[in-house]
């Protein structure tokens, strides 16, 4: 299982997740030069970390999330999170195009919602997703 993840996260980092992390780290670069949204910022790079390599891992809820978390979530969509969203699905239609790539167009339609909503979410091994917070 290791070996299918390992070619997975390989074939993703060569067709769509340098291009998907770099835009990821450029929304991350403009957060962190405004000062005040810094935490914005780090969350931008926690993801790009994501989805250059995705496979054998996801996002859950974090326990301490609250309502700054909820706020912050609104003032990224508005900002980052949109172009981001639509960046996947862009290229999820692109991969779609070839039955090689369907299962990639689905792994990029699935990280749109954290690119919409990515404060208050944790990336966690696949194997352990509901374990103990």
């Known amino acids: ?16 997740g340098l291009w998907m992390a770099i835009g990821y780290a450029i929304a991350g670069i403009i957060c962190c030069i405004l000062i005040i949204t810094i935490p914005f910022g780090i969350a931008s790079f926690r993801i790009a970390g994501y989805v250059l390599w995705p496979f054998g891992r996801t996002t859950r809820e974090r326990a301490d999330a609250g ?15 949109w172009w981001l969203a639509l960046g996947h699905l862009a290229t999820s239609i692109a991969l779609a195009v070839t039955i090689v790539g369907l299962p990639f167009a689905w792994a990029n339609l699935k990280l749109i919602p954290i690119s ?3 404060l208050g979410r944790e990336i966690v ?4 997703p509901f374990a103990a917070r």
């Open 67 to 81: 309502g700054a978390s909820c706020v912050g979530n609104v003032i990224w969509l508005i900002f980052a999170g």
């Open 1 to 16: 299982m290791d070996v299918l993840r390992f070619l997975l996260n390989v074939v993703w980092l060569v067709l769509c």
């Open 125 to 128: 091994p696949s194997d352990q």
């Open 116 to 118: 919409l909503m990515p």
